[in-house]
């Protein structure tokens, strides 16, 4: 039986005539395992191999590269011990810059390299050290010394160097890894209204994964003993254990047993994780879920907080889904009924120690398929939504755990840092909190909006420009090098935007160059889309390329960026003045033959058609 069949069998028991416990206890039919079709992001092939993790730990004084790797339905880690730290230096005079440097300790050496800031090459010297932690004390020591003009790129994190460097892909070929995929979510004792780790249990954890397996972990209490001889539940399916203790104890060997590669929650990060090591912590447990034996860590992340599992990536759907949708409200619920068009069965979670306390075999029982229901939705929404991810970090190179997290800004400034060290461009350096404080105090003209006319319009067609900013991008060449160049300066032929700002038609912008080959990689995979007839191979280009328009999309949005490495206002400020030009031409054009412009927002116009013979 189905677990949607099974909660049309309640709803139907529930209409009936309310009778005693003693008169006719109420009975649970088991949730037999069912079978499950694979997914785009969970297809069950094992014949390659995919970068999951990578970290790096110290071993005798040096910074040893680990990348966790699930390679032919194997678990590998392999290390890497000849990789070093090193950051640039933009000298006055670069002799005597690297007669000052050696007097420093921790540095094992120097390269003399040209290179391309912005429009200009620039001599610069690589400076090369033993161990990441021994950055930042280098760092502001070569940034004081009297012929250092600059330091660059000394905040790249190491292991994000070294993927970059090495031009590994994580996520490569992740649907044909042959990945374990699971979900979990926790319910807690809430008597209080709120729950607090340091005094309410948890009450249950529930588990699902992509080889079929579905659990509710819970225990035994004095109001639900004798409810639990009574039904009949499928013990494959509920597990009722001693205490709260042996539950958490069962999750994580359940983790190691089903040899998980990628976690797998909803709000995860910010509650059920937290909530699992503090309540772990309370009896000892370590919650050592890492590939290592390491257990799990959490970091700061702006305002919100990152779970961390080595070489066992865990994905919050959160997140994920508030960035991917537009919803109203983001609560598993709402998510899961905006995505699926179905609803599941919910429980208010103010009630919950209502449920657990009463004794009551319906209350029970609701408690139990909620708790089920929220880790199949889970589990349901990670099908959906990981394919996405998976093409999203190796679009940008990065691995799961971070990418899944980025913004849209920071997806498009991965891509242009990985971007700059194949073109020996230097990366920029990030604003301080003063200056992104004063950029983001400007402002300029954005997209234009047609004022809606009122009324029912009938006949309504959509006129709307594909890619309008980055085709703009791209075709008049606007890059933070390339604005108001002195080369062009007297060049007729030069791109003039409608704000008074000129862009360069010689030599070729960093960013339309990697925005060109985005759209071209989008219309190649929207080829093979097109050409495509196995359904499998269908959605997942349908993925790819629904990937690369979000990145491409995002990159008018990350030069007016206030924190953004290659924040321009001119450039950003001419990207819409252009778009509002085309928008404007659009408007001119079809009022020309005599249609009605109803509505026009950005890249947009609504027309209504004539009549037929008019």
């Not at 949730?31 to 069950?44: E, I, S």
């Not at 309540?279 to 590939?291: F, M, V």
């Not at 004794?359 to 959906?384: H, M, N, P, W």
């Not at 054009?589 to 037929?612: H, I, P």
Request: net charge neutral; hydrophobic share 35%; with cysteine.
């Amino acid at each position: 039986m189905k677990l949607t069949d099974y909660i049309k069998k309640e709803e139907q028991e529930e209409k009936r005539e309310t009778k005693t416990l003693k008169e006719e206890p109420p009975g649970i039919e088991p949730l037999p395992q069912k079978p499950k079709k694979p997914k785009p992001g969970f297809r069950k092939a094992i014949n390659a191999k995919t970068l999951l993790d990578a970290d790096y730990i110290t071993r005798n004084e040096r910074a040893v590269i680990r990348l966790f790797y699930k390679d032919k339905g194997i678990r590998t880690v392999k290390e890497i011990d000849d990789f070093e730290p090193y950051f640039y230096a933009v000298p006055d005079d670069i002799d005597e810059l690297e007669n000052e440097i050696k007097n420093l300790n921790k540095i094992l050496g120097t390269e003399r390299l040209e290179m391309t800031d912005l429009n200009k090459k620039v001599a610069v010297l690589k400076l090369i050290l033993n161990h990441p932690k021994d950055v930042p004390e280098v760092r502001e020591q070569v940034k004081n010394l009297e012929n250092c003009k600059e330091i660059r790129e000394a905040d790249i994190p190491f292991t994000r160097r070294y993927i970059i460097d090495s031009g590994l892909v994580p996520m490569e070929d992740a649907e044909d890894a042959g990945l374990n995929v699971c979900a979990f979510d926790i319910e807690s004792y809430n008597p209080h209204g709120d729950c607090r780790a340091d005094r309410d249990p948890i009450l249950m954890i529930s588990y699902a994964d992509s080889k079929g397996m579905e659990k509710v972990i819970t225990y035994r209490t004095e109001s639900n003993k004798n409810l639990i001889k009574d039904m009949n539940l499928d013990p494959g399916v509920f597990e009722f254990l001693n205490n709260e203790k042996e539950v958490i104890q069962r999750f994580i060997a359940l983790i190691r047993e089903r040899e998980i590669d990628i976690i797998t929650s909803y709000n995860g990060d910010n509650f059920d994780f937290p909530y699992i090591r503090d309540r772990s912590g309370k009896y000892g447990i370590k919650l050592d879920l890492g590939i290592d034996g390491s257990e799990i860590r959490s970091e700061r992340r702006g305002m919100n907080l990152g779970v961390k599992v080595k070489g066992r990536p865990h994905v919050d759907m959160f997140p994920v889904c508030r960035q991917a949708f537009n919803f109203p409200r983001y609560t598993l619920e709402d998510v899961y009924e905006g995505i699926f068009g179905e609803t599941k069965p919910d429980i208010e979670a103010r009630n919950i120690h209502e449920y657990w306390d009463s004794g009551d075999a319906k209350k029970f029982k609701k408690l139990l398929i909620y708790s089920l229901s929220d880790v199949t939705a889970t589990l349901r929404i990670a099908e959906t939504m990981l394919p996405l991810q998976y093409e999203l970090s190796r679009t940008v190179r990065e691995t799961i755990y971070e990418g899944s997290r980025m913004s849209s800004g920071q997806r498009v400034e991965q891509l242009l840092v990985e971007n700059a060290r194949e073109k020996k461009i230097l990366v920029p350096n990030r604003p301080s909190d003063s200056v992104a404080k004063a950029r983001s105090r400007t402002s300029y003209v954005g997209g234009f909006v047609v004022t809606p006319k009122k009324g029912i319009h009938d006949n309504i067609v959509l006129f709307d420009f594909r890619s309008l900013y980055p085709s703009v991008i791209i075709s008049h060449n606007i890059d933070p090098s390339t604005v108001n160049c002195e080369c062009c300066r007297e060049d007729k032929e030069k791109y003039i935007a409608p704000t008074g700002q000129w862009f360069c038609k010689k030599n070729r912008g960093f960013i339309p160059e990697i925005l060109n080959k985005l759209i071209a990689k989008r219309v190649a995979i929207k080829k093979k889309l097109k050409a495509e007839t196995d359904e499998d191979m269908k959605k997942l280009f349908d993925v790819q390329q629904q990937a690369v328009k979000l990145i491409a999309n995002s990159f008018y949005g990350y030069l007016a960026f206030a924190r953004a490495r290659w924040y321009s206002k001119d450039c950003a400020e001419a990207t819409t003045a252009w778009g509002r030009k085309y928008i404007h031409k659009a408007v001119d054009e079809a009022e020309k033959f005599g249609f009605e412009v109803v509505y026009g927002d950005t890249d947009s116009v609504f027309v209504v058609l004539r009549e037929e013979g008019e």
